[in-house]
């Protein structure tokens, strides 16, 4: 099992920045990859970024040369740094977990709200 702590987010205008990080603690050491999803109330989940522990990392085409994933892995942090925000950006923000324990298992975050006004 895996717990996650997010912190960061909060409210900016839009072109600004914000930071999120996640702490890991529990199995970390079957932690396959560490990432971000994002959700707005009555659509799906999406996948904002990822990075697997041998540092392959995966963006959604929307975020690509803004934000910026990172990993600790050392410190079973992720972190995840946004740049030039648009309010389209507005959602709540997930951390996500997989583990490798025979079978996969997903784990996620508590969710933080990002605002971004206009």
């Known amino acids: 099992q895996v717990h996650l702590v997010e912190s960061g987010g909060g409210s900016v205008a839009a072109g600004g920045s914000l930071s999120l990080s996640c702490v890991a603690s529990g199995s970390i050491a079957s932690i396959e990859s560490m990432g971000w999803y994002r959700q707005v109330l009555g659509k799906q989940r999406e996948l904002v970024a990822s990075?697997?522990?041998?540092?392959?990392?995966d963006y959604a085409d929307f975020v690509k040369g803004r934000f910026t994933i990172s990993r600790d892995n050392a410190k079973a942090t992720v972190y995840l740094q946004m740049n030039r925000l648009k309010p389209e950006d507005t959602a709540v923000y997930y951390c996500h977990t997989l583990l490798v324990q025979g079978l996969l298992t997903d784990y996620w975050g508590q969710g933080t709200q990002v605002t971004v006004s206009s």
């Open positions: 990075i697997r522990y041998n540092g392959g990392i």
